[in-house]
């Protein structure tokens, strides 16, 4: 077992861009996360997906972000029109479903740099 | 929502010295985790303990839920130790999904 993996681990990007990030999680774990970290704070929760379906979206996820799990293994975080307020880590956790734990595993992050 | 808070927001200790941090959360909690964060932006798992008591080697943690804080200790802390610490709780009842993290305790170990 790998764990969850992020690609790609850093994006410098200018003012107005689309980026994407991808999101591998721990094989056979049902729930996929996305959070969002900020220097000095802890992560804040964006999204996250059960299998293909997505559950529950922040009201941080403006218009401009949209998330996808298609297949129900990885997912990808789209931010259209990047502004500089985007800077930040964005970090993906995943966690099994139905073994009576909700313990989330984080991967190592796509750091946000927008010019 | 549910508030989590930690203390203390830094701390500086000598190599060898223990420590104890605290986080305190305002409602009922399914999930609670202490993560380490390390330079590289890596949060890695350190206990996942929504109530009762663990330990793992030189750390240990207790969560007393019907008080609803939870502690974790260090002991005899190595300058590898440093980095920031959060405390990141899911809500009872809540979508089972939505992790709350505290701001985090920035611990310093000096050689």
């Known amino acids: 077992d790998t764990g969850v993996s992020q690609n790609p681990r850093h994006k410098i990007t200018k003012r107005g861009q689309n980026v994407t990030f991808r999101c591998d999680p721990i094989?056979?774990?049902?729930?996929l996360y996305w959070y969002r970290q900020t220097l000095g704070q802890g992560p804040e929760f964006l999204t996250y997906?059960?299998?293909?379906?997505?559950?529950?979206k922040s009201r941080l996820l403006s218009d401009r972000f949209s998330a996808e799990r298609p297949k129900g293994s990885f997912s990808t975080l789209e931010i259209q029109r990047t502004e500089q307020g985007d800077s930040a880590m964005y970090l993906c956790?995943?966690?099994?479903?139905?073994?009576?734990?909700?313990?989330?595993?984080f991967g190592p992050g796509t750091r946000l740099t927008v010019t | 929502g549910i508030q989590v808070e930690q203390s203390p927001p830094d701390l500086i200790l000598q190599e060898g010295a223990n420590s104890t941090l605290r986080c305190n959360f305002s409602?009922?909690?399914?999930?609670l985790q202490w993560f380490h964060q390390n330079p590289w932006g890596q949060l890695i798992n350190l206990f996942y303990?929504?109530?009762g008591t663990k330990q793992n080697g030189r750390l240990s943690a207790t969560t007393v839920a019907t008080e609803r804080y939870s502690l974790l200790y260090i002991s005899s802390s190595q300058t590898t130790d440093s980095g920031v610490y959060f405390c990141?709780?899911?809500?009872?009842?809540?979508?089972?999904?939505?992790?709350?993290f505290g701001k985090g305790t920035k611990l310093s170990v000096k050689p």
């Open positions: 956790a995943s966690s099994p479903l139905g073994q009576g734990t909700y313990e989330q595993y």
């Open positions: 094989s056979e774990h049902n729930r």
């Open positions: 997906f059960q299998n293909e379906a997505q559950l529950e």
């Open positions: 409602d009922s909690v399914n999930n």
């Open positions: 303990i929504p109530s």
């Open positions: 990141a709780v899911g809500a009872q009842g809540g979508s089972q999904g939505n992790l709350i």
